[in-house]
């Protein structure tokens, strides 16, 4: 039996792919998975029971990643699975902040009498441009960056798309209407808007600033749907004031930002659909059960992918180890000194992280198969029968 604590609320049409061999708490210190949307566990105590974490979601920085692998906890996240919920808003962002929409609303409601005649006498404060034949550049092209800058071709931009670490499988599916460049310098000369979805790290950090807005078009529109950390407000704001930027739209409200005529703050609203939530939930239980159940790992930010299907062996053995040389011929060295028959391995590595599976034919002593396995490398040893 495995018990799972959701920290937050997550749909139920997710919760209900798990079956009779898991059980709920509402106390994380049973737990051995945990599921979380946007709960802040940076300062959570991590119980020894814990051997994995699913984020419904994207972003991780709520989830203590550095802690995590050295505890041997797998966290997954579930990239995609949003993707298309953020795709539309970000088509809705262009829109908004090519047109004027939003003022002329406010200011259509405020009318009182001779409606129809004061519109048509005042529209004209409201009008925008079109946003067939601008240049969108696209920085970050992942799932959602991908679909962006796809339905932005589709709908008569020039798009071109900036990526220098893009997958193969983006690559791949990137529409051939779609430029790409891995220089950022020669893409933003060219943009007349610019949308962002890469993920927040240190080395993303204040990556749009004043140096990166002074070399867009003048009049340009940015979008933000990624994290408020990624663009510099200070910079966007004077940006603004000096008429270099028309246009902000966020997914990101602060306060900085809510008195600012010309920055359009919309409430996070960017995976905020009940489609998006239920692929996320999916997607988070599918991964999170493969792994406590067969030791598969698939979307984790921590460690790396690696796969054995469904073992049909007597048993699995699930090994998380630092990325250090001969760990791999330490491991198997050991189980040929204690007779065990490897049927099956599969090894990997991520970054300071490796991850082995290894399917056996023989009946083992855990205890002893465990004692023998602590040694200086090796963070957690699982056996899966």
């Not at 071109?160 to 051939?176: F, K, N, R, T, V």
């Not at 807005?213 to 966007?236: H, M, P, Y």
């Not at 996320?280 to 599918?286: K, Q, S």
């Amino acid at each position: 039996m495995y018990t799972v604590t959701a920290l937050n609320k997550i749909s139920p049409k997710g919760l209900a792919l798990m079956s009779d061999a898991y059980r709920f708490s509402d106390d994380p210190a049973e737990a051995s998975g945990i599921l979380v949307r946007s709960q802040d566990m940076l300062q959570m105590e991590l119980s020894d029971n814990l051997l994995a974490i699913a984020r419904a979601g994207a972003g991780v920085n709520n989830i203590p990643i550095e802690k995590c692998s050295g505890r041997g906890i797998v966290v997954f996240n579930t990239p995609g699975a949003n993707a298309n919920a953020v795709k539309e808003i970000v088509l809705a962002g262009l829109l908004l902040s090519s047109r004027d929409i939003v003022s002329g609303i406010a200011w259509a409601k405020s009318l009182t009498q001779d409606i129809a005649k004061t519109v048509e006498k005042g529209k004209g404060q409201f009008a925008g441009n079109e946003i067939k034949g601008k240049t969108l550049g696209v920085i970050g092209l992942g799932a959602i960056g991908v679909m962006v800058a796809n339905a932005a071709a589709a709908l008569g931009m020039n798009v071109i798309g900036y990526d220098p670490y893009i997958s193969i499988q983006s690559a791949h599916e990137l529409s051939s209407s779609v430029k790409y460049t891995d220089n950022l310098d020669l893409l933003l000369p060219q943009c007349d808007y610019l949308t962002i979805h890469i993920p927040y790290m240190e080395s993303t950090r204040g990556l749009i600033g004043e140096q990166q807005l002074a070399a867009v078009k003048n009049g340009a529109c940015i979008l933000n749907f990624s994290r408020d950390e990624i663009v510099r407000d200070t910079d966007i704001l004077a940006a603004i004031k000096k008429g270099k930027i028309r246009k902000y739209v966020t997914d990101f409200p602060s306060e900085i930002y809510l008195d600012q005529k010309d920055v359009m703050c919309i409430p996070h609203l960017g995976a905020s659909t009940r489609e998006s939530e239920e692929n996320c939930a999916r997607m988070a239980v599918d991964q999170l059960m493969d792994y406590l159940e067969n030791g598969n790992i698939k979307n984790s930010v921590n460690y790396p992918d690696c796969h054995l299907g469904i073992s049909a062996t007597t048993g699995r053995l699930a090994v998380l180890n630092r990325n250090i040389p001969a760990m791999l011929g330490k491991i198997t060295g050991i189980l040929a000194d204690m007779n065990i028959n490897i049927s099956d391995l599969n090894n990997r590595s991520k970054g300071e992280y490796a991850y082995t599976l290894i399917d056996i034919d023989s009946v083992v002593d855990e205890t002893a198969l465990r004692k023998a396995l602590s040694v200086e490398g090796i963070i957690s040893v699982r056996i899966i029968k």
